[in-house]
């Protein structure tokens, strides 16, 4: 089995960004995503002009977190954004499942395309895209992400997550079909087999899949999961069979 473990939120925060630095250097982490619309962009150029041969470095688009790099009145008005202590920030979380009109939805691909921008701007190479609390994957954006990676030229993508060892088998039975549907509307974008939260593989002992399976497993270095980062430095994937640490460039 091919293992990526993937640090979402690089670009967040100082405190973010040194976190995950920490955890490249110990080899726990082989690829992290970047947040073009958060506190330290800056530091997640830096950090990719130091690990870029060892590690990949993708997009977390956002749209529920934070301020937006484009102004909209249009998302405005509709109540995707909202303003609040003189400032203008996501409302999207509510409406991410829901199927806008087009309008709205070129608003949202402008914004989209603005933080994959700015992200090349600051010279960092795109090796895929996901983003934060799983937008992508949901009704409102899933049909813009054939055109985004084809104009920018990203071959590869986080798929919907289907490893779920915990959940009940109607939860993954739905899962693996939206993931299906997903992979179908996407068949000419490179995605990993499985994809899941770190803990949860860990804690279910930590299982290998079966053949050349790929799993991506996305953690949070430096925020509010300290359980999860303890966990994380406790592994030793070299003692770990049939099990080899890949990144995104590597698939």
């Known amino acids: 089995m091919e293992l990526i473990i993937n640090a979402d939120d690089c670009g967040k925060s100082k405190e973010v960004n040194e976190a995950i630095?920490?955890?490249?250097e110990a080899g726990k982490i082989t690829s992290t995503t970047v947040m073009a619309n958060m506190d330290d962009l800056e530091g997640a150029a830096r950090l990719f002009d130091k690990y870029k041969e060892s590690v990949s470095f993708g997009v977390h688009l956002n749209l529920t977190e934070g301020h937006p790099l484009l102004y909209s009145n249009?998302?405005?008005?509709?109540?995707?954004?909202?303003?609040?202590?003189?400032k203008i920030v996501f409302n999207l979380n509510?409406?991410?499942?829901?199927?806008?009109?087009?309008?709205?939805?070129?608003?949202?691909?402008?914004?989209?395309?603005?933080?994959?921008?700015?992200?090349?701007?600051?010279?960092?190479?795109i090796s895929h895209i996901d983003s934060h609390h799983h937008i992508h994957t949901g009704l409102l954006l899933l049909p813009m992400m054939p055109d985004l990676v084809k104009r920018y030229g990203?071959?590869?993508m986080r798929r919907m997550r289907n490893y779920v060892p915990v959940a009940s088998w109607a939860n993954i039975a739905l899962r693996n079909l939206w993931a299906q549907l997903i992979k179908l509307q996407n068949r000419k974008i490179i995605m990993t087999d499985y994809f899941g939260i770190y803990e949860d593989w860990?804690?279910?002992?930590?299982?290998?899949?079966?053949?050349s399976m790929i799993l991506e497993l996305m953690c949070h270095p430096g925020g509010a999961y300290q359980e999860e980062e303890i966990k994380?430095?406790?592994t030793d994937f070299i003692s770990l069979k049939n099990v080899k640490l890949i990144n995104?460039?590597?698939i």
């Open 154 to 156: 990203i071959r590869k």
């Open 248 to 250: 995104y460039k590597e």
């Open 74 to 86: 249009m998302l405005i008005e509709k109540g995707l954004y909202v303003e609040t202590e003189n």
């Open 232 to 234: 994380l430095l406790e």
């Open 202 to 211: 860990h804690d279910g002992g930590k299982q290998v899949l079966p053949g």
């Open 21 to 24: 630095a920490q955890f490249i």
């Open 94 to 125: 509510s409406f991410r499942n829901k199927i806008m009109s087009v309008d709205i939805r070129k608003e949202l691909k402008k914004e989209l395309c603005a933080q994959i921008e700015k992200i090349m701007d600051y010279g960092i190479q």
